[in-house]
């Protein structure tokens, strides 16, 4: 099946910091990304998503200057918490669609820590 | 949206059969009934759709009810591996590259 990356694993950070997440599909053109956070023993919840070369639709409740999302080709998106605090230390998944998919691939998460 | 229904937990035996259970009574005539599952700190994976018809795949079996209101998804014969969160999900095959939204899904737990 299609492979979608995520570049860190696991990152550290203090307070403040800014922090970019990358999510690549391997051997797919992915027209569509989506992003979405996980809290501890909590169901995924979407933050945005983004079609290629357009800017990125976000749930209501995000903010859209504190999650950055830039998704500039088929086959990357990046996701950059600005600013960091305690409390968007999280697990952030991406996951990517093709033009005619009709089932996502997800990538394998990012552990977000913020200290 | 047209909303699921799941047991929070689940167990079973290992190598038995395991029949997940998904209630979607508002579903409508253009929604997908799509199952994926999350193992412990990994992303979630696919597992099978359908639409009407039941289905079968190198992982699973989704057996859908002829009103279309439950579905069931069947892991005939349960490994250590399959302890997962498993999530069902509607979506709706109108809208192209449409979101997906989880529930709280189920959590199998595989006794050895």
């Known amino acids: 099946g299609a492979v979608v990356s995520q570049h860190p694993s696991r990152v550290i950070c203090k307070s403040g910091t800014s922090v970019k997440i990358e999510c690549r599909s391997l051997d797919f053109q992915a027209t569509t990304m989506f992003w979405y956070r996980q809290f501890p023993k909590q169901s995924l919840m979407l933050m945005a998503t983004s079609n290629e070369g357009s800017k990125a639709t976000y749930e209501q409740g995000v903010e859209k200057d504190k999650f950055l999302i830039n998704h500039a080709s088929l086959t990357l998106s990046t996701l950059t918490v600005t600013s960091a605090h305690p409390e968007d230390s999280s697990f952030y998944i991406c996951?990517?669609?093709?033009?005619?998919?009709?089932?996502?691939?997800f990538g394998p998460g990012t552990r977000l820590t913020v200290l | 949206d047209a909303k699921t229904t799941q047991p929070n937990s689940m167990e079973s035996n290992e190598e038995e059969p395991v029949h997940l259970p998904c209630n979607h009574s508002t579903i409508s005539g253009t929604d997908y009934i799509h199952w994926y599952r999350q193992l412990p700190s990994q992303g979630p994976e696919y597992v099978i759709h359908?639409?009407?018809s039941n289905v079968n795949n190198r992982m699973a079996s989704l057996a859908i009810a002829e009103d279309r209101k439950s579905s069931t998804l069947i892991l005939h014969r349960a490994t250590l591996r399959d302890a997962a969160v498993y999530y069902c999900i509607l979506r709706d095959v109108r809208r192209g590259n449409e979101k997906l939204t989880f529930g709280t899904g189920t959590r199998l737990t595989i006794i050895p």
């Open positions: 359908g639409l009407t």
């Open positions: 996951s990517a669609q093709g033009l005619a998919g009709i089932r996502q691939f």
